[in-house]
């Protein structure tokens, strides 16, 4: 009788176990898996199409939530400035690094921040060359065997995400670069 009440018990607890596990692997959201149904809407939204990204992986808002693009739309002049401070959904931005790229740009400073803010458990959006003269946002979402950061992105009129594993180097080989962190506030 014993034996019986202990095999039940066992049974009872493998299969709560299981739902459990099974219940957390499902609510798992990945930066991945947020650009991949993600979309770039106006060719110059990158920075809001980031913001969001960022917002949909801190679940703060619905995955059809576009409302900083649309509000946003072409604007040719946007920087990280433009969220420097605010607050969206829970989340406050803060504008990092804002100073001229050159020999002094402190590199070794602005990883040391994104390791900072990887280790707490957030992402980052980074600005990157992408063509002469031209810059596109990216979110790091972690930190590669070989020490590096991988970040994700989406295009405008591109079914696919993309994502970039030599952040580092294209950071050191335009001189530096800035950054937009975020805190949530809403805790």
């Not at 099974?22 to 939204?45: D, E, G, P, R």
């Not at 600005?127 to 002469?132: F, H």
Request: hydrophobic content about 40%; some cysteine.
């Amino acid at each position: 009788m014993l034996l019986k009440k202990i095999i039940a018990i066992s049974v009872f607890l493998a299969i709560s176990n299981f739902g459990n596990t099974h219940k957390n692997y499902q609510s798992v959201t990945t930066l991945k898996n947020v650009a991949a149904k993600h979309k770039q809407l106006y060719s110059m939204s990158c920075i809001p199409m980031s913001i969001e990204m960022i917002l949909k992986y801190n679940n703060k808002v619905s995955a059809d939530y576009y409302v900083l693009q649309n509000s946003w739309k072409d604007k040719a002049d946007g920087t990280f400035a433009n969220f420097n401070g605010k607050t969206i959904a829970g989340l406050k931005f803060e504008h990092q690094f804002n100073i001229p790229r050159g020999n002094n740009f402190p590199i070794t400073k602005l990883f040391k921040t994104i390791d900072e803010e990887l280790t707490a458990g957030r992402k980052i959006v980074i600005s990157l060359p992408s063509g002469n003269n031209f810059w596109h946002m990216y979110v790091i979402d972690a930190k590669t065997s070989n020490g590096d950061y991988i970040a994700y992105s989406r295009y405008f009129n591109e079914n696919s995400p993309i994502a970039i594993f030599e952040v580092k180097k294209l950071v050191s080989d335009c001189k530096g670069t800035d950054i937009l962190t975020y805190k949530d506030v809403s805790k």
